[in-house]
């Protein structure tokens, strides 16, 4: 029998390839920026790095595992809640970390860190929860 | 909730991994099912049904708290 749960809308295994070609090649990217070869404009840089590092993480995050059953499937709800809340806790958390170590509420946390700090917290979970399934 | 999976799939000799493959999941849920980790889905339950030709309810049962 078929291994892949059906009807779960998750991406094919291949996306993994192109989650950390995206990744290598924006890491390259930056590289040659750094190291002078490609000239380009610092913010444009960042731009191109930001979305591509959230776009591989987004994919891997997508995509299913080899065998994706679904006690899987399960444990990856349950990881996708989890950094859900993880981030809630941040936002809320955040400004009174703020208070005691600057002296005020200013939130320093942008949308990119959020997701990014969510998304590694979700694959944190996932391969814990998936170890001890 | 109880369940007699791995009673019954010692009655018929057969690995984790045999059952596994027979139903279409991985060991290790196989293994949480035994372990009373992880409840199947109906799904799930009605293929471990078939493989030991016995009914859900011979092979699960509800516990006080369920």
């Given at each position: 029998?078929?291994?892949?749960?059906?009807?779960?809308?998750?991406?094919?295994?291949?996306?993994?390839?192109?989650?950390?070609?995206?990744?290598?090649?924006?890491?390259?990217?930056?590289?040659?920026?750094?190291?002078?070869?490609?000239?380009?404009?610092?913010?444009?840089?960042?731009?191109?790095?930001?979305?591509?590092?959230?776009?591989?993480?987004?994919?891997?995050?997508?995509?299913?595992?080899?065998?994706?059953?679904?006690?899987?499937?399960?444990?990856?709800?349950?990881?996708?809640?989890?950094?859900?809340?993880?981030?809630?806790?941040?936002?809320?958390?955040?400004?009174?970390?703020?208070?005691?170590?600057?002296?005020?509420?200013?939130?320093?946390?942008?949308?990119?860190?959020?997701?990014m700090t969510m998304l590694c917290f979700y694959f944190l979970m996932f391969f814990k929860m998936k170890k001890n399934r | 909730m109880k369940n007699v999976i791995k009673i019954q799939r010692a009655i018929k000799d057969l690995t984790q991994e045999a059952l596994a493959k027979k139903i279409g999941v991985s060991r290790q849920t196989i293994n949480s099912i035994e372990k009373n980790r992880y409840v199947p889905s109906t799904i799930l339950a009605l293929k471990l049904s078939e493989v030991f030709d016995k009914n859900v309810n011979e092979l699960f049962e509800l516990e006080e708290n369920d």
């Amino acid at each position: 029998m078929n291994k892949i749960q059906t009807g779960s809308q998750l991406l094919p295994v291949y996306f993994k390839k192109i989650a950390f070609g995206i990744i290598i090649t924006t890491v390259l990217f930056e590289a040659l920026s750094y190291s002078k070869i490609l000239m380009i404009d610092k913010e444009l840089l960042n731009t191109i790095s930001r979305s591509g590092i959230l776009i591989s993480l987004l994919l891997l995050a997508l995509t299913r595992s080899k065998i994706e059953d679904e006690l899987t499937l399960n444990i990856r709800i349950r990881a996708f809640a989890g950094s859900f809340a993880f981030g809630v806790g941040i936002l809320i958390v955040e400004p009174f970390v703020n208070l005691i170590f600057d002296g005020s509420f200013s939130s320093d946390i942008g949308s990119t860190q959020l997701i990014m700090t969510m998304l590694c917290f979700y694959f944190l979970m996932f391969f814990k929860m998936k170890k001890n399934r | 909730m109880k369940n007699v999976i791995k009673i019954q799939r010692a009655i018929k000799d057969l690995t984790q991994e045999a059952l596994a493959k027979k139903i279409g999941v991985s060991r290790q849920t196989i293994n949480s099912i035994e372990k009373n980790r992880y409840v199947p889905s109906t799904i799930l339950a009605l293929k471990l049904s078939e493989v030991f030709d016995k009914n859900v309810n011979e092979l699960f049962e509800l516990e006080e708290n369920d």
